[in-house]
C-alpha cells in the first residue's frame, strides 16, 4: 500500500501491487486540476518503487478479465433459458415467472429483451474498457502519461449516448404503466382485504360471496392425517424449533400426497391455501384491494399484478388471465411477523366452472368448492372424482361435465 497525497490534501491509499494502472490513472485526473508537474513527480516516485511485475497482466487481471467472459455468459444464458412455470416459482429459477396475461406478457418482454440486454452490453463494455485502460496505461505500455485533460468529442459522446439510452428504457416502460393502469372495462370484481396474515375476499357481483384463505401450514396437515390425538401424541412434547423441524420433516411427503380432507390435488409448501379463489377464464377481472391492519400487497406475478393493501385506503389492479390453471402469488410487503404466510391462490377455470364453484361457496360447502377447481384445472384420482363429483348435479353440472372440463 502507498499513500497518494492529492491536491485537496487528502491521501488516497492504494493497494500499488493489485491495481498499479489505478495509480497512474489517479495522478493523471488530479494533475488535470493544476499543480501538475509536482504532483506527477510525486507519482511517478511512487510508481517506480513498485514490484518489477508493474505493468504485466497480473494473475488478478487475468482472473477478473476470465471472470467477466465467464459472468457475461452465465447472465446472457439466465436470460435466454426459461427457468419459471406458470404460477409458481421453481427452484434455481432465475427469470421471472411465466406469463398468461397481456401485460405480464409485456413485462417479461421489456426485462428479459430489452432492459437486461441493455445492462449485459453496458456491464461488458465498461469491464473491457477497464481491463484495457489496466493493460495500456500500466507503466510499462504507457510510460510517459498523457497530459490530455479535455477531449470535447468524447465528452459529447458519453454524455448524449446514456441520454439516449435512457430514452430507449423510458418509452416502453412508459407503454407498459400506461396499459397497467388503464382499467379496461370488467367483467368481474374482487374484493381483496389484507389481514395478519390471511386473505379475505368478496365477490360483489356475485351474490357478494366470501371466501378466507389462509396458508395450509405443516401442523394442518399433519393433524388432517393423524388426527388430533395422533397429532398430540407425537408432537406434544416438543417445542421451539425442535417441533418445527419435526413438523417440516413429518409433513414433506403430505405435500405431494395429501390427506383426503384437501380432495386429492398436489399442494404446494407456503403457497397453498384452504380456500382459493377462482376466476373465468378470458375476463377482464378488477381486484380492489384494501387491508384491515398493516400495509400488506396483493402480487401475482404470472398475472403482472402487484398492489399495495393499505388500511383506509382502496387500491386497485386488474387482469385477464388467458390461460386455465392455479397461479400463486404471495404478500409482497414486509408485513410482520408471519409475512411469508399469506400466500394468494387463484384458479382461472372455465365460466361453467366457475358458475359452479360461485353455487358451492354461497351453499359454504367449501369442500366441494375446493374439488370443483380441482376437477376444473388438474388430473384428479377416480377415487377422489367419484366424491368430489358427488351432488353435483344439483347444481347443473354432471359428472360428464367435470369429465369435459378435465379433457
Ligand atoms: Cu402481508
Same mark, same amino acid.
Given at each position: ?18 491495481? !498499479? ?21 510525486? %507519482?511517478?516516485?511512487? @510508481? ?29 444464458? %439466465? ?9 409458481? !416459482? ?58 490530455? #485533460? ?49 386473505? /379475505? ?13 389462509? *396458508? ?54 407456503? @403457497? ?7 376466476? !373465468? ?11 384491515? /391492519? ?47 404466510? *399469506? ?6 377455470? +372455465? ?25 376444473? #384445472? ?5 377415487? +377422489?372424482?367419484?366424491?368430489? #363429483? #358427488? ?9 360428464? /361435465? ?6
Amino acid at each position: 500500500m502507498v499513500g497518494i497525497k492529492c491536491v485537496d490534501r487528502s491521501y488516497w491509499l492504494v493497494d500499488t501491487l493489485h491495481f !498499479p494502472a489505478f495509480v497512474t490513472g489517479g495522478a493523471e485526473i488530479r494533475a488535470s486540476h493544476g499543480q501538475v508537474e509536482r504532483r506527477m513527480t510525486t %507519482t511517478r516516485t511512487i @510508481l517506480t518503487r513498485m514490484p518489477s511485475k508493474v505493468g504485466q497482466p497480473t494473475p488478478l487481471l487475468r482472473t477478473m478479465l476470465l471472470g467477466c467472459v465467464i459472468g457475461a455468459a452465465a447472465l446472457a444464458g %439466465t436470460t435466454l433459458m426459461a427457468h419459471a412455470a406458470a404460477g409458481q !416459482p421453481v427452484s434455481g429459477q432465475i427469470g421471472l415467472q411465466d406469463s398468461v396475461t397481456q401485460v405480464m406478457d409485456q413485462i417479461r418482454w421489456f426485462h428479459n429483451s430489452w432492459v437486461n440486454p441493455i445492462i449485459i452490453a453496458i456491464t461488458i463494455f465498461v469491464m473491457g474498457l477497464m481491463a484495457y485502460a489496466m493493460w495500456r496505461f500500466s507503466e510499462k505500455s504507457n510510460p510517459v502519461p498523457s497530459k490530455l #485533460t479535455h477531449h470535447t468529442g468524447l465528452e459529447v459522446a458519453w454524455t448524449v449516448i446514456p441520454i439516449f439510452i435512457l430514452i430507449m428504457i423510458a418509452v416502453p416502460s412508459f407503454k407498459l404503466l400506461f396499459k397497467e393502469y388503464e382499467f379496461p372495462k370488467p367483467d368481474l370484481t374482487i374484493k381483496a382485504t389484507g389481514n395478519a396474515w390471511f386473505w /379475505d375476499y368478496e365477490y360483489p357481483d356475485n351474490d357478494k360471496i366470501k371466501v378466507t384463505a389462509n *396458508m395450509i401450514s405443516d401442523e394442518e396437515l399433519l393433524e388432517a392425517k393423524l388426527g388430533k390425538d395422533g397429532y398430540a401424541k407425537q408432537f406434544g412434547a416438543l417445542t421451539g424449533v425442535q417441533l418445527t423441524k419435526a413438523l417440516y420433516q413429518e409433513s414433506k411427503p403430505l405435500w405431494l400426497n395429501p390427506p383426503e380432507k384437501y380432495a386429492g390435488g398436489r399442494l404446494i409448501r407456503q @403457497l397453498s391455501v384452504d380456500n382459493e379463489i377462482a376466476v !373465468p377464464v378470458n375476463k377482464v377481472v378488477h381486484v380492489l384491494i384494501t387491508s384491515n /391492519d398493516v400495509i400488506h400487497s396483493w402480487t401475482v406475478p404470472s398475472f403482472g399484478s402487484k398492489t399495495q393493501a393499505v388500511p383506509g385506503r382502496v387500491t386497485a389492479t386488474w387482469f385477464q388471465a388467458y390461460k386455465e390453471g392455479v397461479y400463486y402469488g404471495q404478500c409482497s410487503v414486509l408485513c410482520g411477523r408471519n409475512h411469508s404466510s *399469506m400466500p394468494i391462490a387463484v384458479r382461472v377455470v +372455465s365460466d361453467q366452472a366457475f358458475a359452479n364453484w360461485v353455487a358451492a361457496v354461497k351453499a359454504r360447502d367449501m369442500k366441494k368448492a375446493r374439488g370443483i377447481l380441482l376437477a376444473a #384445472t388438474e388430473g384428479i384420482e377416480p377415487r +377422489s372424482f367419484a366424491e368430489l #363429483t #358427488t351432488g353435483l348435479q344439483t347444481d347443473g353440472l354432471t359428472p360428464s /361435465d367435470v369429465s369435459e372440463t378435465l379433457k
